[in-house]
């Protein structure tokens, strides 16, 4: 547990020397800003009370988009620079470096996820008798969930790539494929790969759950499952390179 902590903090010290954490964090908040803005002026205009999707909605997209920028230097610079050799050297077991890894990312997006919480801050000031607190902590938990699917996901493609473009596209190909995967489950529904396609698709996880303020251990069980599913290919393909 020591050495995935250490690990950890590294990483997360080591997006606030990168100009790209910076980058991502600038344009995730103005996005958000603009959008509960023009949400907000909305409501107004057309008298109706808005609700905390209004602020989880935008958050979710953005973070399918801007996941594969957080995690794609992860393992992918550490191979350029040739710095993971030396790690693999290191009395680190390769899941404890892969989930230290994850764990650093996580923490990352923890402070942009804190920040966000003005959003809600201000809503409940702004509308009688305030927004469903119930609904606001079951979206927010749902959120955490599912961006760890996503940054696990984005930190195992960056160990198959020593380029970061490379690990950023091939990210999120994966998490668009999979955000996706269940539209077809109609069609083939009949075939008997419809629920299938259902179950792996991430939004069925999200939406029909969590985003209506309802907790199912189905879809908890779903992202964590996921989530160590991926750390452990992250293992993986590590171990694959420390005995090439």
């Known amino acids: 547990m020591r050495n995935i902590w250490l690990i950890a903090t590294r990483e997360f010290k080591h997006y606030f020397i990168s100009p ?3 980058v991502v964090s600038f344009v995730f908040l103005l996005v958000m800003g603009i959008l509960f803005y023009a949400n907000i002026l ?3 205009v057309q008298q109706y ?8 909605g935008p958050m979710v997209t953005l973070f399918l988009f801007s996941a594969p ?11 350029r620079s040739g710095t993971l050799e030396l790690m693999l050297t290191a009395p680190v077991r390769d899941s404890e470096f892969v ?3 994850w764990l650093g990312t996580m923490m990352f997006v923890m402070v942009l996820i804190a920040v966000t919480w003005v959003y809600p801050i201000v809503l409940n000031q702004m509308i009688d008798p305030g927004i469903d607190q119930g609904l606001l902590v079951t979206n927010y938990l749902g959120l955490i969930l599912m961006v760890g699917a996503f940054m696990a996901i984005g930190v195992t493609i960056s160990s198959l790539f020593s380029n970061q473009i490379a690990a950023f596209f091939a990210t999120l190909g994966v998490l668009l494929v999979l955000w996706m995967i269940g539209y077809p489950s109609q069609a083939l529904g009949a075939m008997g790969g419809g629920g299938l396609l259902t179950y792996l698709d991430i939004s069925e996880h999200f939406y029909s759950s969590f985003y209506r303020g309802i907790i199912e251990l189905k879809d908890v069980v779903y992202f964590i499952s996921l989530t160590s599913v991926f750390l452990f290919f992250g293992t993986v393909s590590i171990e694959t390179k420390r005995w090439r």
């Open 49 to 56: 009370a808005p609700g905390v999707q209004i602020i989880i």
């Open 69 to 79: 920028a957080i995690t794609m230097h992860t393992l992918a610079d550490e191979q």
């Open 20 to 22: 790209i954490a910076y």
């Open 99 to 101: 989930i230290g890894k």
């Open 42 to 44: 909305a409501s107004s």
